[in-house]
């Protein structure tokens, strides 16, 4: 049992907050982006924020560092675009091994300056490995159906290299998240599992799916049953979901979950729902006395925040989550 699962059995862990959110009030121009190294980089590079982990480090420790003060015991990666088909849009593929490496080193190191800390509560990194920014299962073109911008092969080659660099680089633990195709998770749960065949055994695996409306499906068009059905065919440590919906918005959808998954389950809501301006208005006591009802009715494991929440957010989760048993294991699919 590694000490994630073992932590797990104990306790509800929280998991941080928002990482883009955080990484907008440094207000970040161009030439931070580019910083000396890629002074030269042909191509924009404002707005990639996973390059910040070689060019502004410290920015990223800050922000890793603030979430774990006010009780957090996961921090994510800052890796949620690092594979070679997201940073083709920089032209960037040539760097994406050093981006998850650089960024699971620098988790790590803020992990484990807590863990010392406090030895009775260890501190966990997970390893960030987003959707990409193409769909195995849809056409991008409504005039061709049958057109795809990717392919299931391309998905493995490109989660492989992430994935490896994010184990290298000293994750705990490995969260495919915000699965809006379920083709694309598959094809990163398959290079997963080959690398855990040939090298990394004991690495854990979360996966966090995204419903993206009222529907109560997936953008491939997935219900909460079908996705977590569809995602079991390797072991998990725990499914689940985030973005796209707030803290009351998802809660049927985890009630659904939660009787249908004998994994844990995990969840990470928006701070709300962003309002005309993109921004998101929820309050920390108004997003933690929404998550109450996850505790209350027993339906998590693992809890934190997507998209707006900020430290204050995860402050006010935490500290409702040490009031609650974790969900316990209680059927199998």
């Not at 809006?180 to 990163?188: E, G, Y």
């Not at 929404?290 to 500290?319: D, F, Q």
């Amino acid at each position: 049992m590694t000490a994630i699962e073992h932590a797990l059995t104990d306790r509800i862990l929280v998991l941080d907050g928002a990482m883009g959110t955080m990484l907008q009030a440094y207000h970040f121009e161009e030439e931070d982006f580019r910083g000396t190294r890629f002074k030269d980089h042909p191509s924009s590079l404002k707005g990639n924020n996973d390059l910040l982990s070689l060019t502004q480090p410290e920015a990223i420790k800050e922000v890793h560092r603030s979430y774990f003060e006010v009780g957090a015991d996961i921090v994510e990666t800052n890796t949620f675009s690092s594979t070679s088909i997201g940073m083709a849009d920089y032209n960037m593929e040539e760097w994406v091994y050093e981006l998850n490496y650089a960024s699971a080193k620098l988790a790590r190191e803020v992990a484990d300056e807590f863990t010392k800390k406090t030895p009775e509560k260890p501190r966990f990194v997970a390893g960030s490995i987003g959707p990409t920014n193409r769909t195995a299962s849809m056409s991008p073109d409504v005039n061709d159906p049958g057109f795809r911008a990717v392919t299931f092969d391309d998905l493995v080659k490109a989660y492989s290299e992430q994935a490896r660099a994010l184990i290298e680089g000293g994750s705990d633990v490995l969260l495919v998240e915000t699965v809006f195709d379920t083709l694309n998770a598959k094809a990163a749960l398959f290079a997963i599992d080959e690398l855990k065949e040939s090298h990394y055994s004991d690495i854990p695996v979360m996966v966090s799916g995204t419903i993206t409306d009222a529907s109560g499906r997936t953008l491939s068009g997935q219900t909460v049953e079908a996705f977590a059905v569809s995602v079991s065919h390797i072991p998990l440590l725990s499914v689940g979901f985030n973005c796209a919906l707030g803290a009351d918005q998802l809660l049927p959808y985890l009630r659904r979950l939660s009787m249908t998954t004998d994994a844990l389950v995990s969840a990470h809501p928006n701070a709300g729902l962003p309002n005309a301006f993109g921004a998101y208005d929820q309050s920390p006591k108004e997003m933690a006395d929404l998550i109450a009802h996850y505790l209350e009715e027993n339906l998590v494991n693992i809890i934190g925040g997507c998209c707006g929440s900020t430290p204050a957010h995860i402050e006010h989760i935490a500290k409702l989550a040490e009031r609650y048993k974790p969900r316990k294991r209680s059927i199998s699919v």
